[in-house]
């Protein structure tokens, strides 16, 4: 045992060290550490996780076992060799310490690695040929940015390779390099996948082989983005030469550097002229008229990468551009010092055109600030916020005074929350139908009058900006007003041409019946000899006339009620005289078997009217009643409100029916004139109520007779 390196342990079934023999200086492996103590519990868990198992399977299958083992323990990370041996139903451990070969071995595999990642990124390989039988392999990271392999050819047997016209000049450059090993390098091309690759070789060995070849080795690079580089530079100057823009370099002590074509036109240099012969402060360059102020400008740039800039007016010689904006930018040149490069493009269109659009949205905000109509915009993106609302939505919504207020806020800022819900809901209607909302609706306004208001809201949506709700409302309660006017004279129209009909119509057969008992008893009493037919005729003829001459007289005097020629004469009386006046006048008209009851008040009651005019409505309405009523009574009197008079006429005749109880009131109807009237009387008893400020009814049920009522304002004049 004094004979090997390695360290013994002996181990017990349960993992006790029985025996040691140590031959490191590694702590962990002394007698005094391990021995009597369980090693497999000492060890660290990812340890102890591999070498359970082996020791379980040395136990169970007799069997020896070689392993490495990682182990990290607190004062470094170890790595071992160890051979697990069955001997006498114990185990015998043979520790070899191999850190320092694996820390090696990490230290090759990583800087293998990190050559093989600089080969890759670098796209660098190697190639090695033999002259005399022309082979030739290539090996790394050449043609696939991600893959080393290894590709072998025979030069002259590889035409699709190489570049036709670069061939005869690499086989020059191998001739040179067998002749004598020499630091030149060489640009060729090659063709791979169908693509042209721009390669950049050198030879570093040249040794000559036993049998008398000689073997030429080196590097190559594969330079095609880098040349490729190259043309985008050549190219971006070239757009960098011809772009828009004014774009100038110059050194810090103010030398040019570079001038584009705009550049030059504006400062008068010609195209091709060397730049460098001048100073940027003796070109008469915007915002740089001296050697001093190119300094201070320079001064400010110390700490700063880029600044912005505006020069308005540039150009005394040139008008026409109004203004500059730019960048100017400090650069970092290769050897250390410092570049400052000048970038700047002509807005003159767009300030021009932005003093059109401020003219114009100016004029907008004039024509929409005093428009009629209340006029909000809300971005349906932005959770419905004011975009715009005009001075009449302030004032309609009671907004506060400025506008800008509302900009910003949704209709839960604004409204009250049951208004706010019903926006809501019809502006998310609107976007998911994408049909325009129109409504007309009403509202009392702090006046107490009905405002009517016509609603209209539509989408604006276009891909460059936030779709947008536009909702205008418009006061439309004049148009109404007028429309029910209209509605409402048209409507009157109508019926005052149908009742004309009507009236004609019956009017003719009324003037016809009186007309023809005249003309024809009027004959007959020219031949009559016989005294008593000769009375006979006369009373009818008189009955006749009169007839005929009542019609005429409440034709005349409904037509005058309704021209609004009709003037009542307001005067103070006592309701008891008028009852009394009444009772005078219809008495003697009172029919046999009638019996006509006047019910006076219980006290004094005064009234403002005209007294002739409630006599003849009641005068009316009781004659009415005696031509259907053949027994009982007809009674009438009056009830006292406060502000009102109500009067009543109640017979116990025949009633009427529900048919004729709405049309009693119009002209020549059965009610009006079907016991020898004229079919005039309860027309002018309707109209001559609403002259006076009142209302009139008729009720009626059957086998109990008719109630008439008709109320008054107590004074006219108040009415």
């Not at 293998?112 to 390989?125: A, F, L, Y």
């Not at 005289?577 to 004094?604: H, M, R, W």
Request: glycine fraction near 4%; charge should be negative.
């Amino acid at each position: 045992m004094d004979l090997t390196t390695e360290t013994l342990v002996l181990f017990s079934p349960d993992g006790i060290c029985l025996d040691i023999d140590s031959h490191t200086d590694l702590w962990f492996l002394q007698e005094d550490y391990l021995l009597g103590k369980n090693i497999i519990e000492l060890l660290p868990n990812h340890t102890y996780q591999k070498a359970i198992i082996d020791f379980q399977t040395v136990l169970s299958e007799k069997t020896t076992i070689n392993r490495k083992y990682r182990i990290p323990l607190q004062k470094g990370l170890f790595y071992a060799e160890c051979k697990l041996i069955p001997y006498d139903g114990n185990i015998l451990c043979r520790y070899t310490d191999i850190t320092n070969r694996e820390n090696i071995k990490m230290k090759l595999e990583q800087t293998n690695s990190e050559m093989h990642e600089v080969q890759r990124i670098s796209r660098i390989g190697k190639w090695k040929i033999n002259v005399q039988t022309q082979e030739l392999s290539i090996n790394g990271y050449l043609y696939e940015e991600n893959e080393s392999n290894i590709k072998s050819y025979l030069l002259n047997k590889c035409p699709d390779f190489f570049i036709p016209e670069d061939r005869e000049k690499i086989l020059q450059w191998l001739e040179r390099q067998t002749k004598q090993l020499s630091q030149e390098n060489i640009s060729y091309r090659v063709r791979i996948h169908n693509q042209i690759n721009y390669m950049n070789a050198i030879c570093i060995i040249r040794h000559q082989v036993p049998n008398g070849n000689i073997i030429l080795e080196g590097i190559v690079q594969n330079v095609t983005e880098i040349h490729q580089r190259r043309n985008d530079i050549n190219t971006l100057t070239h757009i960098v030469f011809n772009v828009d823009e004014s774009i100038y370099g110059a050194y810090e002590d103010g030398t040019m550097k570079f001038a584009n074509q705009i550049f030059r036109n504006n400062h008068h240099l010609k195209i091709d002229e060397d730049i460098s012969q001048y100073k940027i402060y003796n070109l008469n360059v915007h915002f740089v008229e001296n050697a001093k102020v190119w300094s201070k400008r320079i001064e400010t740039m110390k700490n700063k990468v880029s600044v912005k800039f505006n020069l308005n007016h540039p150009f005394k010689d040139n008008p026409k551009i109004l203004a500059l904006e730019g960048k100017f930018y400090k650069v970092t040149e290769d050897d250390g010092s410092c570049s400052y490069w000048s970038f700047s493009h002509d807005i003159s269109d767009r300030l021009r055109y932005e003093t059109e659009m401020k003219r114009f949205n100016q004029l907008m905000d004039s024509i929409l600030s005093n428009f009629p109509a209340s006029i909000i915009v809300k971005d349906v993106d932005d959770d419905f916020r004011f975009l715009y609302c005009n001075l009449e939505a302030i004032k309609k919504y009671k907004f506060n005074k400025s506008i800008t207020n509302y900009i910003g806020k949704n209709i839960f800022d604004i409204f009250p929350i049951n208004r706010a819900r019903k926006e809501q809901e019809e502006d998310i209607r609107l976007l998911h139908s994408n049909v325009p909302y129109h409504t007309i609706y009403q509202e009392i306004d702090k006046n107490g009058n009905l405002v009517y208001f016509d609603k209209r809201k539509l989408i604006i949506s276009n891909p460059d900006f936030h779709t947008m709700i536009l909702d205008i409302e418009w006061d439309i309660t004049e148009q109404e007003l007028l429309k029910q006017e209209y509605l409402e004279a048209r409507d009157k129209a109508e019926e005052s041409d149908r009742l004309k009909t009507i009236f004609l119509a019956n009017v003719s057969h009324e003037v016809r019946t009186p007309l023809n008992a005249i003309v024809g008893f009027s004959n007959l009493i020219s031949n009559c000899k016989n005294e008593d037919e000769h009375k006979e005729y006369a009373h009818i003829i008189n009955e006749s006339s009169n007839r005929l001459l009542k019609l005429i007289d409440e034709t005349l005097y409904l037509s005058k009620i309704e021209s609004g020629d009709f003037h009542p004469l307001i005067q103070q009386f006592d309701i008891v005289n008028l009852l009394s006046s009444v009772y005078d006048t219809c008495i003697g008209f009172t029919p046999q078997g009638v019996k006509l009851i006047c019910e006076q008040p219980s006290a004094n009651i005064i009234m403002h009217s005209d007294i002739k005019v409630i006599n003849r409505i009641l005068s009316i309405l009781i004659i009415n009643c005696y031509k259907f009523t053949s027994k009982g009574y007809v009674r009438y009197g009056v009830k006292n409100y406060k502000d009102t008079l109500e009067f009543y006429v109640i017979d116990t005749g025949r009633s009427i029916s529900p048919d004729e109880k709405d049309k009693i009131f119009g002209l020549f109807t059965k009610y009006n004139y079907g016991n020898g009237g004229a079919g005039l009387e309860l027309t002018i008893c309707h109209a001559l109520v609403k002259v006076m400020g009142g209302t009139i009814i008729a009720e009626s049920e059957i086998g109990k007779g008719s109630k008439f009522t008709f109320t008054l304002p107590k004074d006219k004049n108040k009415n």
